[in-house]
Structures are given as structure tokens and as C-alpha cells.
């Protein structure tokens, strides 16, 4: 280890960091981070994201547990190997300089809407209340198509799809089919209502599916 200082704020990081592990912790509780799965980060200046390190269990993060990327994906300041998914947490980084924190969960409700959707490539959400709890929608009159995309282990074929997506227009998250959601928001509360909204409103859908299939 050299003694050259890292080139980002290391008390900005901690501060994440710790914000970052009770976050997760919860989402963890709540089951929608199975088997090590999900990843998830933050921004922390305008070259860098801290983000959890591939494959440790989400309900007993540390803080070790957290490393620092650049908006390459690449490493910074550690051995540490970051999540495969990293580049579609950084493409959004890149992106839009508002965006601040980026959650990817595997809920059972968001594994199976993308298994069932992934025929129409998209999940249309229409008429909820809770539309309103996506940043900048003021009304439950609009249709948000969640896009479900193909899944893929290469993330340059992806982050290609989801570029393509989010030149056509607004989006506050997609799926990815068999997989799970990315959803994303200026800060951890803004993305974890993004998050949430995300769930019930994807719970909503295959109740009624299944309700309807019934009569
Ligand atoms: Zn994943």
C-alpha cells in the first residue's frame, strides 16, 4: 500500500457507507436480496460511486463491504472485486449527474413480473395512486411501462439496451427478466421510494392477474 492519499473524500465514503449498510440490511429483511444476491451504490463525487463488493450476504454488510469504483466500473484504492453488474450502476452515474443512489434487488414479486412479462417487454402500470411516488409525476392519469429486458450475463450489451431505453424517455427503473429490478433516485429516499412503489405496484399486477385467471 502507498501512502498517496485516495483521490476521494474518505469521510464522505464512510458516511455512505454506513448509510448504505442499514439501508440494505433492511431491503435484506425483507427478503429481496436471496442467496448474496443485489447489489447496490451511491454516488460519491463526480468520477466516483461506492458500491457493495461481489457476493457477501446483504443482511450482515460491514463496512469492508463497501468499495470505491470509478464511472469505468474499475476499482479504486482496493483488491476488492466489485459487483459483475457494476457498469449499470455507473452508465446511470455517468448519465445524470442528479442520480445519487442506485438500488438492484431480487424480490420473488419482481423475479416473477419479469418472468411473466418478458413476452411484452414491458409491464404497463396505469391508473395507480402510487404513480405519484415517481419523482416529477404530479398525477395517477398516466401509463409507466416498466421495460423488462432479456437477461444477459455480458453488462456491455445491457448498459447498451438500457442507453437505448433511456434516450426514449423518462424511466425510473426496468427489469431484467428472470432476474430482478434496477430503480435509482437522487438519494437513498428517493430511490427507495422509488423502490418500493416499484414492488407494490408490481404486487398489484399479479394479483390481478391471478384474481382474474380465477372467474
Ligand atoms: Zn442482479
Given at each position: 500500500m502507498?501512502?498517496?492519499?485516495?483521490?476521494?473524500d474518505?469521510h464522505?465514503?464512510?458516511?455512505?457507507?454506513?448509510?448504505?449498510?442499514?439501508n440494505?440490511r433492511?431491503?435484506?429483511q425483507s427478503?429481496w436480496t436471496?442467496?448474496t444476491?443485489s447489489?447496490?451504490?451511491r454516488r460519491?463525487d463526480?468520477?466516483?460511486?461506492?458500491?457493495?463488493v461481489?457476493?457477501?450476504?446483504?443482511?450482515k454488510?460491514?463496512?469492508?463491504?463497501?468499495?470505491?469504483?470509478?464511472f469505468?466500473?474499475?476499482?479504486?484504492g482496493t483488491?476488492h472485486?466489485?459487483s459483475a453488474?457494476?457498469?449499470?450502476?455507473?452508465?446511470?452515474?455517468?448519465?445524470?449527474?442528479d442520480?445519487?443512489?442506485?438500488l438492484?434487488?431480487?424480490?420473488?414479486?419482481q423475479t416473477i413480473?419479469s418472468?411473466?412479462?418478458?413476452?411484452?417487454g414491458?409491464?404497463?402500470l396505469?391508473g395507480y395512486?402510487?404513480?405519484?411516488a415517481f419523482?416529477?409525476?404530479?398525477?395517477h392519469?398516466?401509463a409507466?411501462d416498466?421495460p423488462?429486458l432479456?437477461?444477459s450475463?455480458d453488462?456491455?450489451v445491457l448498459?447498451?439496451q438500457v442507453?437505448t431505453l433511456?434516450?426514449?424517455?423518462?424511466?425510473?427503473?426496468?427489469?431484467?427478466d428472470?432476474?430482478?429490478?434496477y430503480t435509482w433516485?437522487?438519494?437513498?429516499?428517493?430511490?427507495?421510494r422509488?423502490?418500493?412503489?416499484f414492488?407494490f405496484?408490481?404486487?398489484c399486477?399479479l394479483e390481478?392477474?391471478r384474481l382474474?385467471?380465477q372467474?
Amino acid at each position: 500500500m502507498s501512502d498517496t492519499p485516495p483521490p476521494y473524500d474518505i469521510h464522505r465514503l464512510r458516511e455512505l457507507a454506513g448509510e448504505l449498510i442499514v439501508n440494505i440490511r433492511e431491503l435484506a429483511q425483507s427478503g429481496w436480496t436471496p442467496a448474496t444476491s443485489s447489489n447496490f451504490s451511491r454516488r460519491l463525487d463526480d468520477r466516483h460511486a461506492a458500491i457493495t463488493v461481489s457476493g457477501r450476504d446483504k443482511g450482515k454488510l460491514k463496512e469492508d463491504d463497501i468499495m470505491v469504483v470509478d464511472f469505468d466500473g474499475l476499482p479504486v484504492g482496493t483488491d476488492h472485486r466489485p459487483s459483475a453488474e457494476t457498469l449499470l450502476h455507473t452508465q446511470l452515474y455517468r448519465r445524470f449527474p442528479d442520480v445519487g443512489c442506485i438500488l438492484h434487488t431480487h424480490s420473488p414479486t419482481q423475479t416473477i413480473a419479469s418472468r411473466l412479462f418478458a413476452g411484452d417487454g414491458h409491464v404497463r402500470l396505469e391508473g395507480y395512486e402510487l404513480l405519484k411516488a415517481f419523482a416529477g409525476n404530479r398525477t395517477h392519469e398516466i401509463a409507466v411501462d416498466v421495460p423488462v429486458l432479456p437477461n444477459s450475463q455480458d453488462m456491455r450489451v445491457l448498459s447498451a439496451q438500457v442507453e437505448t431505453l433511456l434516450d426514449a424517455g423518462p424511466m425510473w427503473g426496468y427489469l431484467i427478466d428472470g432476474h430482478g429490478l434496477y430503480t435509482w433516485g437522487r438519494d437513498m429516499a428517493e430511490a427507495r421510494r422509488h423502490l418500493e412503489a416499484f414492488e407494490f405496484l408490481l404486487h398489484c399486477e399479479l394479483e390481478l392477474r391471478r384474481l382474474r385467471a380465477q372467474h
